[in-house]
């Protein structure tokens, strides 16, 4: 199968080196986006040098990770994005170029802040794409790895996972590891991790 497969996970949970360990099992590429600060923010400086080491991308993701970047200034999203910049390329000693909007939100305001500091991509959170992204900035995913919540309008993300990756040329799976952690996802994970691998990856050896 000719498909891009695409993960991406944000936050910087003490989880993605769980989760590092199961995409690294099934050949399986992701972008890790990780705030300076933030409550979520488990993962310790070491730990993501070691997410570097493995082979996965590290991505841009704001310095205090707000509520909402529409609400702030431009000076002040320009200043938490390009700080998180700084921080995370002398941590890991290459630039950086993929950034996430935290929570998915953002504006043309934000987007230019996103150009200015120098990053090529950015990713946000709404969901249903299976086609190559035709805008660098506002990259649309295919599935959240969340549990069926009518709530917020969340499907069951296996079963749109599977039913999704039927089509087109893209794949873009993201979430958070420590909701994987805190919803008991891991099984559910590992199964689809193992469908693309004997889709994608196992054929084009």
């Given amino acids: 199968m000719d498909k891009k497969i695409v993960t991406s996970w ?4 003490f989880y993605d080196l769980r989760l590092s360990d199961l995409l690294l099992k ?6 890790f986006y990780i705030p300076t600060f933030w409550t979520q923010r488990d993962l310790r400086d070491e ?21 909402d970047m529409k609400t702030l200034t431009y000076d002040q999203q320009l200043r ?5 910049k700084i921080w995370l390329e002398e941590l890991i000693g290459e630039q950086i170029k993929s950034f996430a909007y935290p929570r998915g939100r953002y504006d043309e ?17 709404a969901i249903g794409n299976f086609v190559l992204p035709d805008d660098p900035y506002r990259i ?4 959240h790895v969340y549990p069926e919540t009518p709530k ?29 952690e805190k919803f008991k996802l891991w099984d559910q994970l590992e199964s689809f991790l193992k469908h693309i ?9």
């Fill in 10 to 13: 944000d936050d910087g949970s």
């Fill in 26 to 31: 099934y050949k399986i590429p992701a972008i």
């Fill in 47 to 67: 730990d993501i040098v070691e997410l570097k080491q493995k082979g996965f991308e590290i991505g841009g993701h704001t310095v205090t990770h707000p509520i």
């Fill in 80 to 84: 938490e994005i390009a700080k998180n």
């Fill in 109 to 125: 305001t934000t987007i230019l802040a996103v150009k200015e500091v120098g990053f090529e991509n950015a990713r946000t959170t």
């Fill in 140 to 143: 649309r995913t295919t599935v």
């Fill in 152 to 180: 917020y309008n969340k499907p069951d993300w296996l079963k749109e996972a599977y039913r999704l990756f039927q089509y087109g040329d893209y794949f873009h799976l993201w979430g958070h590891s420590w909701e994987i």
């Fill in 197 to 205: 691998y004997e889709n994608v990856y196992s054929q084009s050896q």
